[in-house]
């Protein structure tokens, strides 16, 4: 009932940027939460970033400083900037998206992106 679709992923050198985004689309009431988790080869996936509705954000120490979570609720969209990245950044990025609805205000949905993968190197 609700599709997320990621985009922007690619191969970077340290030190650069990337962009990605991520759009929620369906039988959307509201969304509550949003985030981006990550998983690197052989280790868990993490939570690294989230946006609250209101707008308030968190970030893991690893990513402070460098990354930025937004989001544009007309959209339905989550955005992550990456900057200065590092090549312990490479990974296979996943947005989340938490939030009700339309069929019922008790009814809610717990969605992931397809992911994309992100890969810092020189």
């Known amino acids: 009932q609700v599709q997320l679709v990621e985009s922007g992923g690619g191969l970077v050198e340290p030190g650069g940027s990337l962009r990605l985004s991520c759009a929620a689309s369906g039988s959307i009431s509201s969304i509550n939460a949003m985030g981006w988790y990550r998983q690197a080869p052989g280790k868990q996936r993490e939570l690294f970033a989230a946006i609250a509705e209101g707008g308030r954000t968190n970030y893991a120490d690893s990513v402070k400083g460098r990354f930025t979570i937004s989001r544009d609720n007309a959209k339905n969209t989550v955005y992550l900037q990456m900057n200065s990245l590092k090549p312990e950044d490479t990974a296979v990025y996943y947005c989340?998206?938490?939030?009700?609805?339309?069929?019922?205000?008790?009814?809610?949905?717990?969605?992931w992106g397809q992911g994309t993968l992100v890969t810092v190197s020189s």
């Open positions: 989340n998206v938490k939030g009700r609805l339309t069929i019922s205000l008790f009814s809610t949905f717990d969605e």
